[in-house]
């Protein structure tokens, strides 16, 4: 098997597709009683080895949809494989949607928290924080409940869990009402946002960029909650730069830029050049997402808020110092801060800097050199994402991890969850 990005592969000697909690809850009790190790997949899009395993593997696709909806406190609880494309439409249904998204929407919702991922809006936080309860299964077998109101330590600890504690089976999550966004993607200099990103982050819901490497190009995507508009239609226009240039026609430009690494600045410059302007209006479960056919890999680290514009000179110099065979844009998005353990965003207000490689291409040089930078400025990986933080570095810049270790001893005694690159990451 392999993830999203392939660049991690695994050989295990089982998998598992369950289909309800009781199926799950046998599978682990199976496992303790053989002394065999269980991993769970969402949909493989973790840039990490937190998935693999030559023992176990367990895939909830078959384990998705609503449990339930409390209209009054406008609460879902759903089933933990639901992937978030599916889990947006039947809250739609309900009249109901998720506070915030991210830009990707096939991963599940259990796999999303349990790895930290954020979206963007400086008064909003990451994905996990909309969550209010959660079970799971245990590595003893026994189904565990805690939420904003039961066993709230251990819900801090299991909100972003890098599947530690258990396999989750239910996500109870705080929703609004269904909502439109009004989308606006703007190609601009890279000096004029710059200057004004405090105005753009205080004035909009939703605001990041992309900047393109070896230019002063940058794009930018807004979006603002709309009362009364009514939600567009398909634009061709809007379908051709979303779609078929951001896909088809950039993965031709990878193609070239790989066999002739000398042209990553020419394919970059294509690339600022050929950048579109886009407005639209919909539903903002079919807004947040896009679509990304073209595999890379991805390094992405949290940093406070304040250090964002000093880390991001140091990435420029990185990237336009030209020792790196990349073109792909960077990604710049901004989070509240949280109370979450494991959360990257734990105790401070952040930015996130993404960095990409096509998957195609070494990107070990490329990372390691960002990596040194983010680590200066005291960074936390997004831990779906390339990094090499150790143990040692966790236990620097989490408080909580300590607590976190305490929780995932008790509810795991046997290290059942634990694969090779969790026991080096956790020094358990």
């Known amino acids: 098997m392999k993830n999203w990005a392939e660049n991690v592969q ?108 954020h979206g963007t809006g400086i008064g909003l936080k990451s994905i996990s924080n909309q969550v209010v309860g959660l079970k799971f299964v245990n590595g003893k077998g026994e189904i565990i409940e805690c939420s904003i109101e039961k066993n709230i330590e251990l819900f801090k600890a299991a909100q972003v869990s890098l599947g530690c504690l258990g396999i989750i089976t239910e996500v109870t999550l705080q929703c609004i009402p269904a909502y439109k966004l009004k989308l606006q993607n703007k190609k601009e200099k890279l000096s004029d946002v710059l200057a004004t990103l405090d105005e753009r982050n205080s004035q909009n819901r939703n605001f ?23 939600p567009d239609k398909v634009i061709f226009f809007n379908y051709w730069t979303e779609y078929v240039l951001e896909n088809y026609v950039f993965k031709l430009m990878c193609e070239y830029a790989t066999v002739f690494p000398s042209q990553n600045k020419t394919v970059a410059n294509i690339t600022a050049a050929s950048i579109s302007n886009v407005k639209k209006v919909y539903h903002s479960h079919k807004v947040y997402a896009t679509q990304r056919m073209v595999k890379f890999h991805e390094m992405e680290y949290n940093i406070p808020a304040e250090t964002y514009q000093d880390v991001f000179k140091d990435v420029q110099k990185i990237v336009n110092s030209k020792k790196f065979n990349i073109h792909f844009p960077v990604e710049n998005r901004w989070v509240k801060g949280d109370d979450v353990f494991m959360s990257p965003a734990y105790g401070r207000d952040s930015a996130y800097i993404a960095c990409h490689v096509y998957n195609k291409k070494d990107s ?11 680590k200066a400025y005291n960074g936390r990986p997004h831990w779906g994402k390339m990094n090499t933080f150790t143990s040692e570095d966790i236990a620097r810049m989490y408080p909580k991890f300590p607590n976190f270790m305490a929780f995932r001893k008790e509810h795991d005694p046997e290290n059942i969850f634990v694969n090779p690159y969790l026991q080096k990451l956790l020094g358990i």
């Not at 070990?364 to 983010?374: G, H, N, P, R």
Request: aromatic share 10%; charged share 20%; proline share 2%.
């Open 10 to 117: 695994w050989n295990p000697s089982a998998v598992a597709f369950p289909h309800s909690e009781n199926e799950i809850q046998q599978l682990v009790l199976k496992a303790i009683r053989f002394n065999q190790k269980i991993r769970v997949i969402g949909s493989g899009h973790s840039f990490t080895s937190l998935c693999s395993t030559d023992e176990i593997l367990v895939t909830l696709d078959n384990f998705q949809g609503l449990f339930s909806i409390d209209k009054e406190k406008n609460q879902a609880t759903v089933k933990a494989g639901t992937k978030l494309s599916l889990l947006g439409e039947l809250l739609f249904k309900e009249g109901l949607a998720m506070e915030n998204m991210g830009d990707i929407n096939v991963q599940s919702i259990a796999g999303a928290i349990s790895t930290g991922t």
């Open 208 to 230: 990041e960029f992309y900047w393109i490497p070896y230019t002063n190009t940058a794009w930018t995507k807004t979006s603002n909650i709309v009362e009364d508009s009514e």
């Open 364 to 374: 070990s040089v490329y990372f390691a050199a960002l990596e040194e930078v983010f």
